[in-house]
């Protein structure tokens, strides 16, 4: 295989429609994170993305997306995956019966060494393994309305009564409950779930992924993104006239991806977050949507729904030798600094 390392906006439009076809002829790619547009969105705020093609006979058969995100990465070629650390799948874009092994990866990239995480489990290989593991969920609505009404009320039937009791008194406090699919003031909606995401970041402390300005100059620029493997979905519900929580997602065609929900803090005891998902669900259904995709993480509150598990991985691919061992022990102290990092804003 022939490789040509580019950037997005070099890519011949022969190139971005041969992408979008393996996005959309495979199951494992439906996830707006492996999207043109969203590399092309992202693209727009990240200059060091590179886009790897390979090709055989001229054909594109595959796309690997990746940056040296650091001049000290640059400096040993250790690539990682773009994303600005928002992405919750990646891997390889690759036609229908593809597989690349490590070396080849580290070839497309011209890399000593290639760290990856939220890999999906689907792209997993013999020689494409990771070397940690994390659960996932997603909510599957491919059976159809009635058959996810009957599994809620005959394994969730608690969980259902109890989010009954609180809608009743969230209803006499402030008026019917009123779930929009689509908000009709984008850019008012987006405002306010922005503002309230990182009042959450700050209150629990979690890390603020909206501190990078690209962040949210990427989250911006998807939101008016209107793309079939791309579509964003800023949804909210409203007691009354009051909002009491709202959702940022991504579609790629039947598949919503569950990115950035957020709360009113003043009507926590009603369980908005856990009102929110179940409104959405319901009005999935009326919009082709088949699949809920909470990401990677397990928490009892997720676990609410009729979830099924999905692992991704963390690793990293390396050449042997000098260069690889490098590459190892650049991203291994990477990796140590983040996980203090983490432990120290539990």
């Known amino acids: 295989m022939d490789w040509a390392r580019q950037n997005y906006s070099d890519l011949r439009e022969a190139d971005k429609e041969a992408w979008a076809g393996f996005v959309s002829a495979q ?34 058969q595959a796309f690997v997306p990746f940056e040296f995100a650091t001049p000290t990465r640059a400096a040993l070629r250790v690539a990682s ?22 070396r080849q990866i580290l070839q497309a990239c011209d890399a000593r060494g290639f760290a990856f995480d939220h890999l999906d489990e689907a792209h997993w290989s013999e020689e494409l393994q990771p070397e940690e593991r994390e659960v996932g969920l997603y909510v599957s609505l491919a059976d159809g309305r009635e058959a996810f009404e009957a599994r809620l009320q005959s394994e969730k039937k608690k969980v259902l ?19 929009v699919w689509q908000e009709p ?27 990078n300005p690209k962040a949210e100059s990427l989250v911006r620029t998807l939101a008016k993104t209107e793309d079939r493997l791309c579509t964003p979905v800023l949804s909210g519900l409203y007691a009354g006239e009051t909002w009491i929580a709202g959702h940022f997602g991504l579609r790629c065609l039947g598949s919503l991806h569950y990115w950035f929900p957020v709360y009113c803090l003043d009507h926590r005891k009603h369980a908005p977050g856990q009102l929110l998902f179940l ?6 259904f009326e919009h082709d949507v088949v699949r809920i995709d909470r990401g990677a993480g397990d928490t009892p509150a997720k676990r609410d729904f009729l979830p099924e598990e999905q692992v991704f991985g963390r690793g990293l691919l390396t050449r042997r030798g000098p260069g690889g061992l490098a590459a190892r022990a650049l991203q291994s102290l990477e990796w140590r600094m983040a996980s203090l990092k983490a432990r120290r804003t539990r």
């Open 81 to 102: 995956r773009p994303g600005l650390g928002l992405a919750d799948h990646v891997g390889p874009i690759l036609a229908p019966g593809m597989a690349l092994s490590a």
């Open 161 to 179: 009564n109890d989010l009954r009791r609180r809608r009743t008194r969230l209803e006499e406090a402030h008026g019917p409950l009123k779930f």
């Open 27 to 60: 199951a494992r790619y439906h996830s707006a994170f492996y999207a043109p547009a969203f590399f092309s969105v992202l693209a727009c705020v990240e200059p060091s993305l590179t886009i790897a093609v390979g090709r055989e006979a001229g054909k594109p």
């Open 279 to 284: 409104e959405i669900a319901r009005a999935a």
């Open 185 to 211: 003031d984008r850019d008012g909606a987006l405002d306010r779930l922005l503002a309230r995401k990182r009042a959450q970041y700050a209150r629990t402390g979690a890390q603020d992924v909206f501190a």
